[in-house]
């Protein structure tokens, strides 16, 4: 229940807080910088157990993840879109303590390791480097999308991580959370992502070849 209450309060903070988001970005990476590594050193502590366990991690890439099916001319939409990439950095960010502690007591120390967890964490380590990279310019921000596509990849995986290592009632929450996002996004993809995608292409296409002309 506790990521429930992140999504909802980060995703009011994506949409009410925009402009503030996106103008304090580097701030904000170095403020879940800073509690990552007070969550790591003072493992201990109730308050920090929202990082370690993984919540608030997660949080920040399911807002990033479902803001993906929105309808594009919504206010909903372009306003979590715009701090999509920011979302994505805090939550790989944050995120990061639950995967280092989560790979030595269940790896080194037991033997026993959730490898689905580990590689979700794997595919987001380039996701994240190139979330920094700026996209102003059409032709970067076609490869820059390809490569974020394997963000979908993580997303199942994460989904699967959470299946196999939760308990009930979280895996009811974890499955209704996830599996209406899994069957609806292929057919956003293709009826709505693809189509945008196609024609931005096209008009690039058409420009760079008047300019040769």
Not at 73 to 98: A, M
Request: net charge positive.
């Amino acid at each position: 229940m506790i990521s429930i209450v992140f999504i909802i309060l980060i995703g009011v903070v994506g949409y009410f807080l925009t402009d503030k988001v996106k103008k304090t970005n580097y701030l904000l990476y170095g403020v879940f910088t800073f509690l990552g590594i007070l969550s790591i050193i003072f493992r201990d502590v109730p308050v920090s157990t929202p990082i370690n366990e993984g919540f608030l991690g997660f949080s920040f890439f399911y807002v990033v993840m479902i803001t993906g099916v929105f309808n594009r001319e919504s206010e909903v939409f372009k306003r979590l879109y715009s701090v999509r990439c920011v979302f994505s950095i805090i939550g790989f960010i944050i995120l990061t303590p639950h995967a280092i502690f989560y790979f030595v007591d269940k790896f080194v120390n037991n033997g026993l390791f959730d490898i689905v967890g580990l590689l979700a964490y794997l595919v987001m380590v380039p996701l994240f480097v190139t979330s920094f990279q700026e996209v102003d310019k059409p032709e970067v921000m076609f490869k820059w999308k390809k490569l974020q596509r394997f963000a979908y990849l993580a997303y199942l995986m994460i989904f699967i991580h959470l299946v196999l290592v939760s308990k009930m009632p979280n895996i009811v929450i974890y499955i209704v959370l996830f599996v209406p996002y899994i069957l609806y996004k292929p057919y956003h993809f293709f009826k709505h992502e693809k189509p945008y995608f196609i024609a931005m292409k096209k008009k690039l296409d058409q420009k760079s070849n008047n300019g040769d002309e």
